[in-house]
């Protein structure tokens, strides 16, 4: 029986026969060995080259690949398209992988390039074409065409999108409407809105609206691509190769609207929109790797198409229920459908895939301050789908926040906490992802309710507020949530992040007053207290009515550090102190990463001292080394007056003209005052002196001599001068120091 081959174009003319000859990909097939040319075509624009191929396969090949095929490789003018290699057998196979979707009266069409050709062609030469096209019909001949971990067939192709709300899927009343956007014979349409069936005034939308019919089948083995369907006939057909029988699903659907409680006569002005969610295997026992969802519009209006359905009928007018299915008045081959991409919304879990966050993304956050650093931490994790969030700030958004700042000039006047609130929101169309609290931290009181509805169930507190007092009030708060704490230094050179941990082992103010000492003890922090006090950027005509100049891509690059870092840590049980500089010259980021000195809590009187374990262990250490005799020196750390703390962090050893004897101390002064005015300086006034320490011999108690009451007593006159207490610390044997203060 002689073999029937598609005819493709017309002959090639004589006077362009010489050029095309020259084709570089003819001349590879002319060298080739199993390959052979036959003919040049013409079809329109494009020229195409027929060849004979004979590709290697197995004697009894498992789809049907002759020992020789015959091709079509069309090439366009525009270089930037792909080739398109025809199979010209008329009886090729239909069911192989990898064929892109053709007419059934036209030939078969191999998908080669899974990249896009354009970046592709640089690289692709006309031998490595042919290789290609021989490769893929030796595959197909061991029904090995689609390869392991490669992307599954779609069940249909289609130009068309439409988005919708995954949550159709878990529902089962017919309850909601969609409203589409343009008209569906364009190449694209889209989703609008979804909305109830009836809007808050009782009456239902306006038609054109579709309602939706989520349907979910079973899953498909994802061997070849479907030829989408033109026809609810055609669908019908379609759907039951994957179980499902829409015509009943239809009539259903039919009956339930017509006796739905708020049905309204125009619901049978609107159409269907059927929503397919389909789950792929790439063996027919094979585990579930992928789901397409595929929409289907039918174009017949609900009334009529529920005639062709047999299930309703039109009397004086109004549509009345038809007892029983009785036989349509049309084939259902009359009722055109649109068959479009469905792209579901963006949901949390979906951006949490899309993020490659594997973690949960359920818990809670408070976030204080929402500014420049914050709101893009802030965004940089929302956009990930990951938590809940409580944004507290009270200030609005000016026109000078808008160059580094996650909101546009839309919300300029406009309060920030709102503002992020909202974007979060319309990120996944959810009003509870994102609550705004548009009050001072300062002035939310533990009996507000919205202070309970922001931490009664709170996971972690994030403060990127950049200020110490709310620093230090978020650490007070008697809620069980870590805390963390992120802000900018030395006018934006630096990123500083402290952070408790789960198990709050060093609170957030006690991380902060150790913060200066990482700067005395690496280079690399060396200026980061340091600040032009004259370089700054003035908005208005108020005395702080000034900005730091700071570019976007510092506060990006910082942003995108700290959301990593939140995001790794968010059940890292440990505190810690971390600093990024950002080096302008080498375009790269150094960091440190430190963790803070647990502390002891030493209460007197209304006073509150909290004294380091490095400082601790300074003090044991200056003591050993001089024993038998007394010695001392003085405390640095800070002072925190409204909540009556003190920190010490630090302790310096005894001038070297002091008197140090057995039964005897006193302090001398001799390079004291320089060397804590050189860590003041070095620190930008956040370290500085608290107050004195002394030593007693071994054996002796840490109880104040009289002496040592006379010495505290000058301390507290002279500390009183500036309003601050007299901290006089005696180390002795025991581990804790004995505290005078007053």
């Not at 914050?374 to 969030?389: F, K, P, Y």
């Not at 004291?672 to 050189?678: C, P, Q, T, V, Y």
Request: proline share 6%; aromatic share 8%.
């Amino acid at each position: 029986m002689t073999q029937e081959y598609f005819s493709w174009g017309d002959s090639v003319n004589e006077d362009e026969l010489s050029s095309v000859q020259r084709h570089p990909f003819a001349k590879a097939v002319q060298n080739h060995q199993y390959a052979k040319l036959l003919e040049f075509r013409r079809k329109g624009h494009l020229v195409g080259i027929i060849i004979e191929i004979c590709p290697e396969r197995p004697q009894k090949p498992v789809a049907d690949i002759r020992h020789t095929e015959r091709l079509c490789v069309a090439f366009s003018a525009d270089l930037n398209k792909a080739p398109e290699v025809l199979a010209l057998r008329n009886d090729f196979p239909q069911d192989l992988p990898h064929l892109n979707l053709t007419k059934r009266s036209e030939p078969r069409s191999l998908c080669l390039f899974a990249q896009d050709f354009r970046d592709l062609r640089s690289t692709l030469t006309p031998e490595i074409l042919l290789e290609r096209i021989f490769s893929w019909l030796t595959r197909a001949a061991l029904d090995q065409a689609h390869l392991p971990g490669q992307r599954l067939e779609p069940f249909l192709l289609s130009e068309g999108r439409i988005i919708f709300d995954p949550k159709l899927f878990d529902q089962e009343s017919t309850t909601e409407v969609l409203g589409i956007v343009g008209p569906i014979d364009k190449q694209d349409s889209f989703v609008c809105q979804i909305g109830k069936i009836l809007r808050s005034d009782g009456k239902p939308p306006n038609p054109p609206c579709f309602l939706p019919v989520a349907i979910r089948a079973k899953p498909w083995h994802a061997r070849t691509i479907n030829y989408n369907p033109h026809s609810l006939e055609e669908l019908n057909e379609l759907l039951q190769t994957v179980g499902i029988d829409i015509v009943e699903a239809l009539r259903g659907k039919t009956r339930k609207l017509k006796r739905h409680d708020d049905y309204h006569p125009v619901f049978m002005r609107y159409k269907w929109i059927l929503l397919l969610r389909l789950p792929k295997k790439r063996e027919p026992g094979g585990r579930i790797e992928s789901v397409d969802d595929i929409a289907f519009l039918l174009l017949d209006e609900i009334g009529p198409l529920g005639q062709k359905l047999g299930v309703l009928q039109k009397f004086d007018g109004k549509w009345g229920e038809v007892l029983g299915n009785q036989q349509g008045a049309s084939p259902l081959s009359d009722v055109p459908v649109h068959t479009l991409r469905a792209i579901s919304t963006l949901t949390p879990s979906f951006a949490r895939n899309l993020s490659a966050y594997k973690g949960s993304g359920d818990k809670e956050f408070a976030i204080v301050g929402v500014g420049a650093l914050g709101s893009q931490i802030v965004m940089n994790l929302a956009r990930q789908g990951i938590g809940r969030w409580h944004i507290i700030d009270e200030d609005v958004l000016l026109p000078h926040n808008c160059v580094r700042h996650a909101l546009s000039a839309g919300y300029v006047a406009g309060s920030k906490a709102n503002a992020v609130a909202n974007e979060i929101r319309l990120l996944f169309d959810k009003e509870q992802v994102a609550v705004p609290v548009t009050r001072d931290i300062f002035h939310l009181s533990q009996e507000d309710d919205e202070y309970k509805e922001v931490f009664a169930d709170v996971d972690h507190i994030y403060d990127f507020s950049a200020s110490a007092a709310v620093s230090r009030h978020l650490a007070l708060l008697e809620e069980d949530a870590p805390r963390t704490s992120a802000f900018l230094l030395s006018d934006g050179k630096f990123l500083a992040i402290l952070s408790e941990g789960t198990k709050r082992q060093v609170r957030l103010d006690d991380s902060e007053a150790q913060l200066p000492l990482l700067a005395l003890r690496n280079d690399l922090l060396e200026d980061m207290f340091r600040s032009d006090d004259g370089r700054f950027v003035r908005y208005a005509g108020a005395c702080r009515d000034i900005t730091t100049p700071l570019p976007q891509d510092i506060i990006a690059t910082y942003s995108a550090i700290a959301s990593s870092f939140l995001k790794m840590n968010l059940d890292t049980s440990v505190s810690s102190i971390d600093v990024w500089k950002y080096d302008h010259a080498q375009l790269q980021v150094g960091h440190i990463h430190s963790k803070p000195s647990p502390v002891h809590v030493l209460e007197k009187t209304s006073w509150q001292v909290r004294l380091t374990e490095d400082a601790l262990s300074l003090m044991y250490e200056f003591r050993s080394n001089r024993l038998p005799n007394e010695t001392g020196g003085v405390l640095l750390g800070t002072f925190d007056i409204p909540n009556k703390v003190i920190y010490v962090v630090l302790v310096l050893p005894s001038p070297p003209d002091s008197i140090e004897w057995p039964t005897v101390y006193r302090r001398g002064f001799k390079g004291l005052s320089r060397k804590i005015d050189a860590l003041h300086q070095q620190t930008g006034g956040n370290l500085g002196y608290v107050g004195e320490w002394h030593s007693h011999p071994a054996g002796v108690p840490a109880l104040p001599s009289s002496l040592d009451q006379r010495a505290h007593d000058w301390l507290v006159e002279e500390m009183g001068c500036t309003g601050h207490p007299g901290l006089m610390l005696i180390k002795s044997d025991d581990r804790i120091p004995y505290v005078l203060l007053r």
